[in-house]
């Protein structure tokens, strides 16, 4: 395995994440905000020596995957299992919303928050199988020591929690374009370098990582 570096990014704000919706799988894109954080972003990682960009193929990931690739100079390499939890007819609501209008299904999640699947939507637990499955092939295709993966708060979370030791899913937080950036060591261990750092924003505001709370 030549890969010795990962670097985690979420994508850049939209609309609802600055309402506190939570956007599941829905073709939300970057607002302008989103795109300005991103654009800084772009101007911090071109010279960090990066030999790879793979992406969520939602919009609001490809979106911030391209202004990247723009001072990268090469394409990003989209894979649909590096998207968020799908989350059914949740999507589009807050926090409140979900624990009003579905109180037994809500207190089902709570319950088991690992293996409760959402209706029309996915558990803690499909999500975290795809995400490994994903970053397993991706250090397979062997494109060199240090990689970006672009991809969302609830997924990065997901695979943190099952290749790095000690940490808990939901520990790292994960805000709008922060870069949170892994290492491996010589005993083949993953260790977290960075996490959520937003220092490229030079104090533009973020939105931090919304979870769906226990």
């Given at each position: 395995m030549t890969v010795k570096r990962v670097i985690f990014i979420r994508p850049g704000e939209t609309d609802w994440n600055r309402d506190l919706r939570f956007q599941g799988q829905v073709a939300i894109p970057l607002n302008e905000h989103g795109q300005r954080q991103a654009q800084r972003l772009a101007n911090f990682i071109?010279?960090?020596?990066l030999s790879a960009l793979y992406t969520s193929d939602l919009k609001r990931a490809v979106q911030t995957a391209e202004l990247l690739a723009e001072k990268l100079g090469f394409s990003?390499?989209?894979?649909s299992r590096l998207r968020e939890r799908a989350i059914g007819?949740?999507?589009?609501?807050t926090q409140k919303e979900i624990q009003n209008w579905y109180p037994a299904d809500y207190q089902q999640f709570l319950a088991d928050?690992?293996?409760?699947?959402v209706i029309g939507g996915e558990s803690r637990k499909d999500v975290r199988e795809r995400m490994q499955a994903a970053f397993t092939e991706i250090l397979q295709q062997d494109r060199g020591e240090t990689i970006c993966i672009i991809s969302h708060s609830t997924a990065i979370n997901a695979l943190l929690s099952i290749i790095v030791p000690d940490i808990t899913f939901g520990k790292v937080d994960v805000s709008n374009t922060s870069v949170t950036t892994i290492r491996l060591d010589d005993s083949g261990k993953w260790?977290?370098?960075t996490a959520d750092d937003v220092t490229h924003?030079?104090?533009m505001p973020t939105q931090k990582v919304q979870e769906l709370e226990e």
């Open positions: 071109r010279n960090i020596g990003p390499i989209l894979d007819g949740w999507q589009g609501l928050p690992e293996n409760y699947r260790h977290i370098v924003l030079e104090g």
